[in-house]
């Protein structure tokens, strides 16, 4: 009997931490109700279903369908806009030392502007050295922003440029009230030599870095194609792949798309695959009841078996 005694003793000791630790592990759920602080933040999601169940689910997602999670604790939904309802805000930005051949793209890109939807409003934008050179700042004129696009210089860039650099300055020049899905699609070579060989990396590469905490911090989803240049090709493999990963994180982790070719690419089908996005997303604006300046880590989910791209999070601005 004594040996039963302490045996069930110590397995209700082991139990009670067990549940102690258990307990802390679960997310800490607010009531939707509960009145939080904190600054409102607006993310863009966008739904990837497979196949045509998946897709007849998506269609008739409604607002009170989403959840929106930060660092595991559920977050009070102030609005969930619907692609009809929210306007598209989109920045197109051309790197202007790509190869020559891409010009024959530029009348593909026109006509992709020319095509969005009436409500939309249009930025056009070159990357060159020191940063970038905007050429038309968002206007609803479709037409005016698509005649903005001129022909790619391929003029030599010092071996210090970074595209990111002159991402950063577009993304600025989304005012924060913008109402509606703010996007850049960005057809770059990817590869930022700005510190050297060594940081060339996409795990490396300091302006990268900031280049993507910027977009989450605006709300800003960020698409991406590939497209060779003529300085980066004495680089040979190390200039695709390290230029290809990093268009890749950025697109990842700001809750956009990448777009990679091997090597010359043609836009068509990557324009038609990010205008088929469109109508697959939402703007969620939720209040943030998180403290601190640490990275806070965004989870979007629902109660259906869909996956939902979105930013990985953001780190608030000291």
Do not use: C
């Amino acid at each position: 009997m004594k040996y039963n005694y302490y045996l069930i003793s110590l397995v209700t000791i082991i139990l009670f931490f067990f549940g102690i630790a258990h307990a802390q592990d679960k997310p800490k759920i607010q009531p939707k109700n509960q009145p939080t602080g904190g600054r409102e933040m607006s993310i863009l999601v966008t739904a990837y279903p497979h196949g045509e169940k998946q897709k007849a689910i998506v269609a008739k997602l409604q607002n009170s369908d989403f959840a929106v999670l930060e660092n595991k604790r559920s977050q009070r939904i102030v609005a969930v806009t619907s692609a009809a309802e929210a306007p598209i805000n989109l920045a197109i930005v051309v790197q202007d030392n790509l190869d020559g051949k891409l010009n024959h793209e530029i009348a593909v890109l026109k006509k992709f502007i020319q095509n969005l939807p009436e409500n939309s409003r249009v930025m056009t934008a070159y990357l060159t050295n020191g940063g970038a050179i905007v050429t038309q700042e968002l206007i609803n004129n479709r037409q005016q922003a698509a005649n903005s696009l001129r022909m790619i210089r391929s003029v030599s860039f010092l071996p210090a440029f970074s595209p990111y650099d002159g991402v950063q300055t577009v993304l600025k020049h989304f005012d924060d009230k913008t109402a509606g899905r703010k996007m850049v699609l960005v057809i770059s070579d990817g590869f930022d030599l700005s510190r050297g060989f060594s940081y060339a990396s996409p795990y490396f590469s300091v302006s990268l870095d900031k280049a993507i905490k910027e977009a989450q911090r605006r709300g800003i989803a960020v698409f991406t194609i590939y497209a060779p240049s003529e300085d980066r090709k004495i680089y040979g493999r190390f200039a695709l792949n390290y230029g290809q990963g990093s268009l890749i994180r950025l697109a990842d982790e700001t809750g956009g798309e990448s777009f990679i070719g091997l090597d010359f690419a043609d836009f068509s089908p990557y324009l038609e695959e990010f205008k088929e996005t469109f109508p697959r997303q939402w703007l969620i604006t939720y209040r943030s009841s998180s403290v601190g300046n640490n990275f806070r880590k965004i989870e979007v989910t629902t109660d259906f078996d869909i996956y939902l791209h979105h930013p990985a999070g953001y780190e608030p601005q000291n």
